[in-house]
């Protein structure tokens, strides 16, 4: 949990004014406890939230962790699934390096590239990178540089020692008068001493800090591509709105050139058409071209697109659901339009709706 300190408002709730009425003390009461509270958690509202702003432009914000979380991370509504970190750190025994990238995916896909004698700590960096991202594929290499003057254990290979012996001893034997095998040269061939390297337990703590700074470069890199695709996808919505409301704008119009069109067409026939007869089969036609319905539920869609945008938690797999909800009713538009223009709006839908669902499939 974030772990804030915040001065109280210089206002308490007992310090602001009554509001003048003519009513009695009984009458009033209640609705001025309820404009005190609205009025006060207003402020406290945007006092917390410039707080956060400020304390997150200075770095000085962490969970219990230790991470460090920023402005947008906080109050931002989408994060990619797209992001860089690189960190290293220098300590008495060398020097750590560390590179964390990650891509879109369908779930959290954590993938460690490790020295062997870091594996014994895998789960808790796997635990470091769980708690900071939700969805993703996470690449993770850790690379560590031993200093020069640190001993290194090591140990003879002693099949790759016997290999080297035999094919010594094969070469002596075609020689007239060959010189003793020299141990010390067999141990200096390549692949007979294989060095092990003993990790120190005190470089554990590095490497999770190490992990924990990468982690949060890579989410404020995710944090910033998702304010863009935030901006993206509300710009689209309101496309969507638009079009949809041009679409309605023109309903009477088409229905009545469709109106002009079959009296013209029953004129041309020269026959007497019963006129209730005509007005029934208008109304059928006028209901099979309603689009009315999927008017309304595109937005629906695109309102519950802003709601989903507004929550503080991954929102990838609820976006990619409404896309396909709105390419659907485009298709339904599409599909019942009886003039040029509904038809070209409803393709205009589809074009956009098609932005917006590739930019949320890299949406967490």
């Known amino acids: 949990m ?7 408002p210089k206002q308490s709730v007992g310090k602001l004014r009554r509001p ?8 009033c009461k209640p609705p001025t406890m309820a404009l005190h509270a609205i009025i006060v958690i207003s402020v406290w509202y945007t006092r917390v939230t410039n707080i956060l702003y400020s304390l997150a432009r200075h770095g000085i914000i962490r969970d219990q962790y230790g991470n460090i979380y920023s402005a947008r991370q906080l109050l931002a509504m989408i994060n990619s699934m797209t992001g860089f970190g690189r960190t290293e750190i220098q300590t008495p025994d060398g020097q750590l390096q560390l590179e964390v990238r990650s891509v879109n995916h369908r779930y959290l896909d954590i993938q460690f590239k490790l ?3 870091f ?24 690379s560590f540089k031993r200093l020069t003057d640190k001993p290194v254990a090591g140990h003879i290979n002693i099949e790759k020692a016997r290999q080297v012996i035999e094919q010594l001893e094969t070469v002596t034997a075609l020689l007239a008068d060959p010189a003793p095998i020299d141990p010390a040269a067999v141990v200096r061939m390549p692949g007979v001493m294989e060095e092990e390297e003993i990790i120190p337990d005190s470089l554990y703590p590095a490497a999770r800090e190490i992990l924990t700074s990468a982690i949060a470069q890579l989410a404020d890199n995710r944090a910033r591509e998702g304010e863009k695709i935030h901006a993206m996808l509300e710009t689209r919505c309101a496309e969507v709105i638009a079009l949809a409301a041009g679409v309605n704008a023109r309903l009477p119009e088409v229905l009545s050139g469709i109106r002009q069109r079959l009296e013209k067409k029953i004129e041309s026939l020269e026959t007497q058409i019963d006129n209730d007869r005509l007005e029934q089969e208008l109304v059928i036609i006028a209901q099979k071209l309603d689009v009315s319905e999927e008017l309304d539920r595109l937005k629906v869609h695109v309102a519950e697109v802003s709601n989903t945008l ?7 797999r609820r976006l990619d659901f409404l896309m396909q909800e709105l390419n659907r009713e485009a298709n339904t538009l599409g599909s019942k339009s009886a003039d040029t223009q509904t038809t070209q709006a409803a393709v205009d839908l589809k074009v956009i709706i098609e932005q917006m669902r590739e930019q949320v499939q890299n949406v967490e």
């Open 2 to 8: 974030l772990c804030l300190q915040t001065h109280s």
């Open 119 to 142: 594996r014994t700590i895998e789960q808790e960096l796997r635990t470091i990178v769980a708690a900071r991202l939700k969805r993703g594929k996470v690449d993770v290499s850790l």
């Open 115 to 117: 020295p062997e004698g």
């Open 310 to 316: 507004s929550v503080e938690k991954p929102a990838g």
């Open 20 to 27: 003048i009425t003519s009513t009695t003390s009984a009458q």
